[in-house]
């Protein structure tokens, strides 16, 4: 199983950037999805999670209404869609795949390597 996180980069404050995570190696459609991120010295954060099935979505509230992380299963794809960015928003970004609730990062099955998104002027 391999889920390839790709789309971080250095982005100015109010900027827009788009996280994709690939999945291979798994029966996707029957995974709920997840992202998280981990800032410096910071524990592992809950960003925003999308069901199997309904493809409804939960977000954090620091993230509510800048963020959205649709999923495509005919692509085995998650996405990450992230405006109005602030300074607070740097950090690794993760993906990861649960057959369980998407909140607790120690439910998640699967996880991708990371990529780093640094808001900054």
């Known amino acids: 199983v391999q889920l390839q996180a790709s789309g971080g980069g250095l982005v100015q404050p109010g900027g827009s950037l788009r996280l994709s995570c690939e999945a291979s190696?798994?029966?996707?459609?029957?995974?709920?999805m997840g992202w998280f991120r981990q800032a410096p010295g910071k524990e592992r954060e809950f960003v925003c999670g999308?069901?199997?099935?309904?493809?409804?979505?939960f977000y954090a509230d620091s993230v509510k209404g800048r963020f959205t992380c649709p999923r495509d299963d005919a692509k085995d794809a998650v996405y990450l869609q992230m405006s109005s960015l602030r300074p607070e928003d740097t950090a690794v970004y993760y993906c990861g795949a649960t057959e369980n609730v998407v909140f607790d990062k120690n439910a998640y099955d699967y996880w991708g390597q990371g990529t780093l998104v640094t808001v900054s002027s």
């Open positions: 999308v069901f199997r099935r309904t493809a409804r979505t």
């Open positions: 190696g798994l029966a996707f459609s029957t995974y709920n």
